[in-house]
């Protein structure tokens, strides 16, 4: 939800809804992209031993990340936090699907 004159992000202020949905958008993807890895490196021996369950609550974690740093966006409870996870899995999966692979090419 938008709240005129009180929504901004780093001082920029944000009156349509879209405007939030992008910001919310980069900045999550932004955590994917630094802070997983991070945290995949950090917890491989636990993975192993959940056999990957623990990916599962990291990706869980990021998300409520994002949604303490955004108070538009609204994430009450384990189980809708749970269900967001999977739906960003989704689309991650359905768009790594249609991008082109890179090829290393040796010399």
Request: proline share 6%; charged share 10%; hydrophobic share 60%.
């Given at each position: 939800?938008?709240?005129?004159?009180?929504?901004?992000?780093?001082?920029?202020?944000?009156?349509?809804?879209?405007?939030v949905i992008v910001i919310v958008g980069l900045i999550l993807g932004l955590?994917?992209?630094?802070?997983?890895?991070?945290?995949?490196?950090?917890?491989?021996?636990?993975?192993?031993?959940?056999?990957?369950?623990?990916?599962?609550?990291?990706?869980m974690i990021i998300i409520k990340i994002t949604d303490f740093l955004f108070?538009?966006?609204?994430?009450?409870?384990?189980?809708?936090?749970?269900?967001?996870?999977?739906?960003?899995?989704?689309?991650?999966?359905?768009?790594?699907?249609?991008?082109?692979?890179?090829?290393?090419?040796?010399?």
């Amino acid at each position: 939800m938008v709240i005129p004159g009180e929504s901004s992000f780093l001082g920029f202020p944000l009156t349509q809804r879209w405007q939030v949905i992008v910001i919310v958008g980069l900045i999550l993807g932004l955590l994917f992209f630094f802070l997983k890895p991070l945290l995949d490196i950090i917890t491989f021996p636990l993975k192993i031993l959940t056999f990957g369950l623990l990916g599962l609550i990291i990706s869980m974690i990021i998300i409520k990340i994002t949604d303490f740093l955004f108070k538009e966006l609204i994430i009450s409870g384990v189980v809708p936090l749970f269900w967001t996870t999977l739906i960003v899995w989704g689309v991650n999966l359905i768009i790594s699907f249609f991008l082109p692979k890179r090829r290393v090419v040796k010399q």
